[in-house]
Nanobody, 124 residues
Framework: VQLQASGGGLVQAGGSLTLTCAASGQTFASDLMGWFRQAPGKEREFLACITWGNSKITYGDSVKGRFTISGDYSKERVYLKMNGLRPEDTAVYYC??????????????????WGMGTLVTVSS
């Protein structure tokens, strides 16, 4: 599975961005799609995930109510709509793919495939 994240950029605090993850390859084998981010000097943080089959969604505590994940399997795209952005949201954002039968959905270890990441910078 190959993943390409896009849509990052510079935005003012309070603004919005939508990230897109384009998946290709044997996507049927990886039915769990997640978004993570990593700020300089910090660990990679879980943001949200969605399953292709039943669209089960899970959010990380830091983004609940502000970020929305969605997916379009026919287009092999996963989106992350980010509202109310804060300077502390500044990070490289990654999409990842894994297997929903695995026990871990909210940590990087639960994912087998990763995109290159897209930088989001939120100015104050």
């Amino acid at each position: 599975v190959q993943l390409q994240a896009s849509g990052g950029g510079l935005v003012q605090a309070g603004g919005s961005l939508t990230l897109t993850c384009a998946a290709s390859g044997q996507t049927f084998a990886s039915d769990l799609m997640g978004w993570f981010r990593q700020a300089p000097g910090k660990e990679r943080e879980f943001l949200a995930c969605i399953t292709w089959g039943n669209s089960k969604i899970t959010y990380g505590d830091s983004v609940k109510g502000r970020f929305t994940i969605s997916g379009d399997y026919s287009k092999e795209r996963v989106y992350l709509k980010m509202n109310g952005l804060r300077p502390e949201d500044t990070a490289v954002y990654y999409c990842a793919a894994g297997d929903s039968y695995g026990p871990i959905w909210t940590a990087p270890s639960g994912y087998n495939f990763w995109g290159m990441g897209t930088l989001v910078t939120v100015s104050s």
